[in-house]
């Protein structure tokens, strides 16, 4: 029995961890609810998303809620950023009291959302904020930014070490055998070749940026 309750806590735990969680803003207008937001959330700067309306009114039944249907053909949506507004053009969603608008964020930032009209004869002017646009290095992985940084460190650190194998041969710290110079030529040759290589992975490194 107490092995049957645990199992079914855990599954409701499970279950409530696998719902989105939505910051969406609600509102009331005499009667009707409504609430304003993104379907994906964090909205992303650049990225396609849809603003998403709910909105409600008491049900039949005490404590319960249905949808409102036909709100915007009495009511204008606009979208503002700043100084800058647009009206957009929304759809309805299948369900009953749900509505949508496609729209791609073109800066990280607040969203306010204003609907002025009437729903059903009930007027309606209000303006609702929704959650912030984000940069999208909220979603990079790995960070372009550290990665950069690793490789230049390795770069450095390659450059040190080739200025110190220099400077050992030169101060005879590293001894070569002699051969006719033979020997002394190879090694000053793997180090131009080594050091041509640091040279490359530089230039890519230019280019990749």
Known sequence: MKMMIFGIIGLLFSVGMLAPSFAHTTVHVEQYEIEAGWGIEPPIVGIRNDLVFKITEPGETEGTHKGVSSVFKSTDATVMFGGAAKKIEINSDPRPGYYFSSIIPTK????IVELKGEIHETPI???????????????DFPPTSSEGTADISALKNAISSLQQDVSKLESGETSVQSD????????????????????????????RK
């Open 125 to 139: 002017d209000i303006k609702i904020p929704v959650e912030d646009v984000e940069p999208t290095a909220i979603l």
């Open 108 to 111: 990280t930032g607040s969203y």
């Open 180 to 207: 006719g110079g033979s020997s002394y030529d190879f090694a000053i040759f793997g180090l131009s070749i080594a050091a041509a290589a640091i040279i490359l992975s530089i230039i890519a490194l230019i280019k």
